[in-house]
């Protein structure tokens, strides 16, 4: 069964860069019928998309994040990441990885604090 | 980017009633759209994907239905573990958005 497990700080100061980890498991993260994508949630809030990459390696970032992101893949540890540069106290959230194809399956989520 | 509008934001019911939560794309997304129910604390859990497809394990008190623009989600007859906040998403484009959510309260 597919599972998907994000990993990072847990807090981190303002002006730095949020780094997570999702780790894949019960499925290959180079399969191309699938991508992967983050996703996040402000306390009390709705959900924000952040990005997806494919299996060819092409990303697709939210507008409004786009300046600050990257998300990549390596498959060697069947992992996909997020980094996101420059934070600030707006960027303290619930991040979740995901594997998206006609469905979707996500992880548990990893709240990240931005503080100093 | 494409704008989902859920409604209503708020719902009370009852154990036992039949509800509907309609979510509106501001453009044609064909039948990209899953439905997740959230509780506090809690990942999102896929209910519904391609507008009608139920996730396997869920039960089948929930449905989905709709095209292009217009979904409704419906709870035939709500049990006490369905109250939850739901939310839509469309992965049509590649830029994905979410409804605002529905918060489906105990009357």
């Known amino acids: 069964q597919l599972q998907l497990q994000e990993s990072g700080p847990g807090l981190v100061k303002p002006s730095e860069t949020l780094s997570l980890t999702c780790t894949v498991s019960?499925?290959?993260?180079?399969?191309?019928?699938?991508?992967w994508g983050w996703i996040r949630q402000h306390p009390g809030k709705g959900l924000e998309w952040i990005g997806n990459?494919?299996?060819?390696?092409?990303?697709y970032y939210n507008p409004s994040l786009k300046s600050r992101v990257t998300i990549s893949v390596d498959t060697s540890k069947n992992q996909f990441s997020l980094k996101l540069t420059s934070v600030t106290a707006a960027d303290t959230a619930v991040y979740y990885c995901?594997?998206?194809?006609?469905?979707?399956?996500w992880g548990q989520g990893s709240l990240v604090t931005v503080s100093s | 980017d494409i704008q989902m509008t859920q409604s209503p934001s708020t719902l009370s019911a009852s154990v036992g009633d039949r509800v509907t939560i309609t979510c509106r794309a501001s453009?044609?997304?064909?039948?990209?759209l899953a439905w997740y129910q959230q509780k506090p604390g809690k990942a999102p859990k896929l209910l519904i994907y391609?507008?009608?497809s139920l996730e396997s394990g869920v039960p089948s008190r929930f449905s989905g239905s709709g095209s292009g623009t217009e979904f409704t989600l419906t709870i035939s007859s709500l049990q006490p573990d369905d109250f939850a906040t739901y939310y839509c998403?469309?992965?049509?484009?590649?830029?994905?958005?979410f409804g605002q959510g529905t918060k489906l309260e105990i009357k």
């Open positions: 995901a594997r998206g194809g006609s469905s979707f399956t």
């Open positions: 019960g499925g290959s993260i180079s399969s191309s019928i699938y991508y």
């Open positions: 990459i494919y299996y060819s390696g092409r990303t």
């Open positions: 453009q044609s997304i064909s039948n990209w």
């Open positions: 391609k507008a009608s």
């Open positions: 998403q469309q992965y049509n484009s590649h830029l994905y958005t």
